[in-house]
């Protein structure tokens, strides 16, 4: 606790549930994966979407709910499916 009264806290990506993940058709027979994770704080929320395209991965910025401040974010994706995404892709 700092003398503001303020609590800092450390998250790991590992505390950050998979709330909603699936592929989007794009059309011409394209397919991305998109991924929403959200961090269930008491008193807050953190959230943040990754997406994985013809083998890159993006990682958006942080979005937060209730009474929190990030101060330093360090959030790493890794995709866990096949390198082909018809392994993955279910119509």
Same mark, same amino acid.
């Given at each position: 606790?700092? $003398? $503001? *009264?303020?609590t800092e806290q450390e =998250? @790991? #990506?590992s505390e950050f549930s998979l709330e909603e #993940? *699936? %592929?989007r058709n794009l059309g011409d027979n394209d397919h991305q994966y998109e991924a929403l994770f959200i961090y269930f704080g008491e008193e807050f929320e953190i959230r943040f979407q990754?997406? @994985?395209l013809? *083998?890159? =991965?993006?990682v958006y910025d942080l979005s937060t709910r209730g009474r929190v401040m =990030?101060?330093? +974010?360090?959030?790493?994706?890794? %995709? *866990?499916g096949s390198s082909n995404p018809?392994? +993955?892709y279910d119509e």
């Open positions: 606790m700092t $003398e $503001e *009264g303020k =998250i @790991y #990506g #993940g *699936g %592929w990754a997406t @994985y013809n *083998g890159s =991965i993006s =990030i101060l330093d +974010d360090n959030i790493n994706v890794e %995709w *866990g018809e392994d +993955d």
